[in-house]
């Protein structure tokens, strides 16, 4: 079966959770591979242009799904930016720079994010169980490819 942009995210992130890197090395490399992010001063720089897209498609759930193919980098870039730049912050940057509003598909994938990255944070997720929350959280089912039988 063909591996929709949410799964890859899946298991991103699983592989990023090998080790059990702290929580905010964790999301500093979950943004560098999902949305681009580099460290240092630099990253702020991609966070305000908003990052990159490094994994392309669809198969967030339809709340979450705006029609576009990136948004894995959405949903890694606000997680980094909530481990570099706070909660409140990123809150207020994703209703009032972006313009995400909170009842949109954009919207609920900040706060999504916000909420996975305060979650690992606080260590009230562990990194290990990330992955989970991921597929759990945002990923559609995937669909079944189908493939004509040959006589």
Known sequence: MAEDACHTLVALVARLAEGGPVPRRFLMALGREGAGIRSG??????????????????????????????????????????????????RWASLTLRRDGADTPDGRLSEAAVEFASLLLSRKLAVQDASAWV??????????VFRRRQD
């Open 135 to 144: 597929r759990d959280t945002l990923c559609d089912a995937p669909r079944p």
């Open 41 to 90: 001063p630099l990253g702020l720089v991609d966070l305000a242009v908003g990052g990159r897209n490094r994994v392309l498609g669809r198969g967030l759930k339809p709340a979450y799904d705006d029609g576009s193919r990136g948004q894995v980098r959405h949903f890694t870039g606000v997680a980094t930016s909530t481990a570099l730049l706070g909660a409140g912050f990123t």
